[in-house]
């Protein structure tokens, strides 16, 4: 579960010129599929700014927001009326592996963490899309339309609003 929060954060911090980023926000579109060809499909709207900060607003097919920041993932679930706090680790710098990564070919790159490989294909300057294996050997596609890159994002959005009566989980 660890490594998923931050594999959702590094498809956030990646376009075109891996060098340059501050920020990044775009729609998306998330595929999971099991070695069974079992897939989920989920769609919604990223923000992510540097040094670590990441929004993932999950629309459908249900209802959540995934906030990353200061090295902890809070994922904030209405339907179920609770938060879940996780802490994902210190030594995991985002921007830097993406500055890091390696051009495969005109619009592809190869970037890695923990033993996990990630494809970042680009299109016109822009990311298009980000793909890998999660920790159950799922195979995760992440499509992205709409992409605004280095736009000036309030550090404010990046702050969870968790109502009073949700229940709070701490892992």
């Known amino acids: 579960m660890k490594q998923k929060f931050l594999l959702l954060f590094l498809a956030t911090a990646s376009f075109a010129n891996l060098n340059n ?22 769609y ?5 700014s540097k040094p670590q900060y990441a929004l993932w607003t999950y629309i459908k ?5 995934v906030y990353i920041m200061d090295n902890q993932a ?5 339907e179920l ?11 995991f710098d985002f921007f830097t592996l993406i500055k890091n990564a390696k051009k495969l070919a ?8 923990n033993n996990t490989s990630f494809i970042i294909k680009t299109k016109n300057s ?26 000036k994002i309030d550090k404010k959005e990046f702050t969870p609003v968790i109502p009073d ?3 709070v989980i701490r892992g």
């Open 21 to 42: 980023i501050n920020s990044f926000e775009a729609d998306f579109s998330q595929s999971i599929s099991d070695d069974q060809n079992k897939t989920i499909l989920y």
């Open 44 to 48: 919604g709207h990223v923000k992510a």
């Open 61 to 65: 097919p249900i209802q959540k927001k």
């Open 74 to 78: 809070i994922i904030v679930e209405p």
């Open 81 to 91: 009326e609770q938060a879940i706090i996780k802490k994902i680790g210190n030594n």
């Open 106 to 113: 005109n619009d592809k790159y190869l970037a890695k963490y």
């Open 126 to 151: 822009s990311i298009e899309s980000i793909s890998y294996k999660d920790e159950f050997e799922n195979r995760v596609l992440i499509n992205f339309t709409n992409q605004i890159v280095n736009k």
């Open 165 to 167: 009566e949700y229940d």
